[in-house]
Nanobody, 114 residues
Framework: QVRLVESGGGLVQPGGSLSLSCAAS????????MGWYRQAPGKELEMVAT??????TMYADSVKGRFTISKEKKNTISLQMNSLKPEDTAIYYC?????????WGRGTQVTVSS
């Protein structure tokens, strides 16, 4: 059973930085695409950033230039979030696509507030 576990959320002031990490376990295969999604209160789930095997990255327009997704090691990614804004407040979920199946972590709360 593939399991994704996020870490690194918390409370930060506007303009601050946070780093999230996601580690996948339960498979010997390389997960083709891993990414971060978020859901703010009262809003739909949205893609934040994705990392495809080979190094291709994709970002939501709202985070371009502020967030950076990276591969730390096999089946482990991170999300460096700089210049955080109150509108970045959400639960951040890690996602992995393996052999046609999507897997999700349980999420980690990020709150940007003074």
């Amino acid at each position: 059973q593939v399991r994704l576990v996020e870490s690194g959320g918390g409370l930060v002031q506007p303009g601050g930085s946070l780093s999230l990490s996601c580690a996948a376990s339960g498979t010997r295969y390389l997960i083709d695409t891993m990414g971060w999604y978020r859901q703010a209160p009262g809003k739909e789930l949205e893609m934040v950033a994705t990392y495809k095997a080979g190094g291709t990255t994709m970002y939501a327009d709202s985070v371009k230039g502020r967030f950076t997704i990276s591969k730390e090691k096999k089946n482990t990614i991170s999300l460096q979030m700089n210049s955080l804004k109150p509108e970045d407040t959400a639960i951040y979920y890690c996602n992995g696509l393996l052999l046609g199946t999507k897997y999700w972590g349980r999420g980690t709360q990020v709150t940007v507030s003074s």
